[in-house]
């Protein structure tokens, strides 16, 4: 399944966010899934910054071409955002990994 992970960003720290969202993603593919990481556009905003909504909007498409949500644990709004997005979309989330079905 194409898995969008959905956790905080900004909030404690971004780079520390960025890697544990590529952890999960890490254990996600181990599992035989194919993760979709939306953290790391850290790096195409370093070099060229858009604001909140144009990710948000960008996000949104990628979420609704996935097969499931992972949503980890911290205060996000964006990722509250994603998991409504996907409730109306029909789309599961997941909270932890032992619910998520393998491959």
Do not use: Q
Request: charged share 20%; net charge negative; proline share 9%.
């Amino acid at each position: 399944m194409r898995i969008y992970i959905a956790a905080p960003l900004t909030k404690p720290d971004v780079c520390v966010n960025t890697k544990i969202a590529c952890e999960a993603a890490d254990k996600l593919l181990a599992m035989g899934h194919v993760p979709f990481v939306p953290h790391l556009t850290l790096i195409w905003h370093t070099l060229s910054p858009k604001d909140y909504e144009t990710w948000m909007r960008w996000d949104a498409e990628w979420l609704a071409a996935c097969d499931a949500v992972m949503r980890l644990p911290g205060e996000s709004p964006g990722a509250d955002r994603e998991v409504v997005m996907a409730g109306s979309l029909g789309i599961p989330v997941y909270y932890n990994f032992a619910d998520m079905p393998a491959r």
